[in-house]
């Protein structure tokens, strides 16, 4: 295991011990790993006699439906009132895989406004300062693995039982890209092989996540890969664009382009790859690389977004065109660093 030190887990202990109203709250667009992070310390939380809430700012891809207990999640965009009810109540707010409080979106002020405690638990870098205790560090692959580590800390590592580790073993395998990335530690594997230990089906859920797609999907992805993506050799770069018009073509539903980015960098040569999804308000992007290139800081400071070095996001609220523009305009300063990227 990897303990994490006194100085964190007592005060936590103090905060879960103590809590009438605990609320778990996720990040805007939830991935694998906040749905599998946020719905393994529910469990957990059950088990200590708490009756916990969890709360998403807004739906998230149906091949997360499965998780055991994704029936418990409020999600604000469709009941906003009993939302805003909960976090007022709430005494305890656990937040979980996210680092900056914008990153719920529409909920940001009545987050930063609630009276209860905050607890941060997440593996982003530079986490903000909103919370009232901050157990957060880049070296885990993913906040369920750390919410492992924590709950081994707290000496409660025996509540951990099959339907908790299908959660947290979901929100490490997505957060890695099923052991691809983020994942060079050996403790990542200890809390894996604990987790296979509990009777887990990591087959299965694998085939949960990745083989659950709709034949429109696989076409939107060859029609990416054909027609619309564009490779620049000269920066190491590629991209991908889609516009609303292609998406209402190919019957997009959310988390259809999920992994999309991902494809660019399987060429030769390429260490950068994005992609821009138009939607009705702005541009949704997502950045990867291999090596050292820190899409992170790229996002944070051109795209109004942020994220981890390997993996980040961001948004333009510029045309799709002009967007892309953009992001052509930029490379060339980018030579040297993505040149030397490895
Ligand atoms: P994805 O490309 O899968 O949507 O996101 C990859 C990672 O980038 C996420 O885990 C998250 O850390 C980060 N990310 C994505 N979108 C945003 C954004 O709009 N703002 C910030 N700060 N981070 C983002
Ligand atoms: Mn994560």
């Known amino acids: 295991m990897k303990p994490i030190s006194e100085d964190i887990i007592s005060p936590l202990q103090h905060f879960i011990k103590e809590t009438q109203h605990p609320l778990i709250l996720i990040h805007y667009n939830p991935d694998g790993d ?4 946020a719905l393994g310390f ?3 939380l059950v088990k200590k006699g708490k009756n916990p ?3 998403s700012p807004n739906d998230y891809p149906k091949f997360l439906h499965w998780l055991p207990g994704n029936d418990k999640v409020l999600v604000y965009k469709r009941q906003s009132g009993t939302v805003l009810n909960a976090l007022k109540q709430a005494d305890v707010i656990f937040v979980l895989d996210f680092n900056d409080a914008d990153r719920v979106n529409d909920l940001e002020k009545y987050l930063k406004n609630a009276k209860a405690s905050k607890v941060l638990i997440d593996h982003h870098p530079e986490p903000g300062n909103f919370a009232d205790l901050v157990i957060s560090d880049v070296i885990y692959s993913s906040t369920a693995e750390l919410v492992y580590h924590v ?3 707290l000496g409660d590592d025996h509540l951990i039982d099959k339907t908790i580790a299908e959660c947290l073993y979901t929100g490490i395998m997505t957060d890695t890209g099923s052991f691809n990335y983020n994942s060079s530690q050996p403790y990542t594997y200890y809390v894996v092989s604990k987790l296979i230990g509990l009777g887990i089906n990591k087959d ?16 939107l992805l060859g029609y990416c890969l054909y027609k619309k993506m564009e490779v620049f050799p000269e920066y190491h770069t590629a991209f991908i664009s889609i516009t609303k018009e292609e998406l209402k073509t190919f019957n997009f539903a ?27 308000k702005h541009v949704k992007i997502s950045f990867r690389s291999k090596g050292a290139f820190p899409t992170h800081k790229f996002a944070e400071k ?21 967007t892309l523009q ?4 930029l490379l060339p300063q980018y030579k040297t660093a993505l040149k030397n990227g490895l």
């Open 53 to 55: 809430i969890v709360v």
């Open 204 to 219: 299965q859920i694998y085939w949960n996540i990745y083989d659950n797609y709709s034949a429109e999907r696989m076409r």
């Open 254 to 280: 959310p988390g259809d382009s999920e992994g999309f980015v991902n494809y660019p960098l399987s060429i030769k040569g390429i260490r950068f790859s994005a992609i821009f999804v138009e939607n009705d």
């Open 42 to 44: 529910y469990h957990y």
């Open 302 to 322: 051109h795209f109004n977004g942020g994220g981890h070095k390997n993996a980040s996001g961001g948004n333009s609220f510029e045309s799709l065109e002009k």
């Open 151 to 153: 709950l081994e800390s």
């Open 326 to 329: 953009k992001f052509l305009d």
């Open 34 to 37: 906040a749905i599998g992070s």
